[in-house]
């Protein structure tokens, strides 16, 4: 499997937590990413649409409140594997960085 970009982990991740609608995705991804990461609408639903086509996601409920349309969406088995695959790859270079950092420090060499 290809390495994720970070928005669609970050979506993946936010749906780890169940099933959300579109605005709580947008809410939560900006938390995860400590704010560096905003989705705009159209960005978001072409990704869940690629997602859900991808069998990562799919659609949970609809529900109107206030006169507007929520559409949730939650992970599936296989989107549930993709991002447990993802994070032990981002965790193993993550490790590898930080050994390789311990190894060398400036004005050392």
């Known amino acids: 499997m290809a390495a994720m970009r970070e928005p669609t982990f970050l979506i993946l991740t936010a749906l780890a ?10 809410q939560d991804v900006a938390v995860l990413s400590e704010q560096r990461v905003t989705l ?3 960005t978001l ?3 869940l649409d690629r997602l859900t086509a991808e069998g990562l ?4 409920r609809e529900e109107t409140v206030d006169g507007r349309r929520r559409r949730y969406f939650r992970l599936t088995s296989e989107g549930h594997a993709a991002l447990g695959a993802e994070a ?3 965790r193993q270079l993550a490790t590898a960085a930080e050994a390789r950092l311990r190894a060398f420090r400036p004005g050392t060499a």
């Open 17 to 26: 937590g169940g099933p959300r609608h579109g605005y709580g995705i947008v």
């Open 40 to 42: 705009l609408p159209g």
């Open 45 to 47: 639903y072409t990704a």
């Open 57 to 60: 996601v799919e659609p949970d």
């Open 88 to 90: 032990g790859r981002l």
